[in-house]
């Protein structure tokens, strides 16, 4: 099993800065794409960003040039560094990690319980 746990939200004002950390834990063999969601009231939950092994990044439009996504492939961390924050991106943000328990193992994704983030005034 594979554990995901993310640290980091909290409230902030529109323009501020907040950096997420997700810590991956457990029967891991290796770990391939890693990246962070979000769901904000009332939506569909969305991709934000992602992370390869080797260092490519994806971003949504809706983020791209404000948010920086950064791992730790010894550690198995993964980060998301949020700047110019816009009340928009109030949502729950979930840590994701595709992994595998060992090297037979079919790689699977694994998602961390949230961390809510608030952009108000």
């Known amino acids: 099993q594979v554990q995901l746990v993310e640290s980091g939200g909290g409230l902030v004002q529109p323009g501020g800065s907040l950096r997420l950390t997700c810590a991956a834990s457990g029967s891991i063999f290796s770990t391939g794409i890693m990246g962070w969601d979000r769901q904000a009231p009332g939506k569909e939950r969305e991709l934000v960003a992602t992370?390869?092994?080797?260092?490519?990044?994806n971003y949504a439009d809706s983020v791209k040039g404000r948010f920086t996504i950064s791992r730790d492939n010894a550690k198995n961390t993964v980060s998301l560094q949020m700047d110019s924050l816009k009340p928009e991106d109030t949502a729950v943000y979930y840590c994701t990690c595709s992994a595998k328990t060992s090297y037979t193992a079919k790689a699977q994704i694994y998602w961390g319980q949230g961390t809510q983030v608030t952009v108000s005034s």
């Open positions: 992370m390869s092994g080797t260092g490519s990044s």
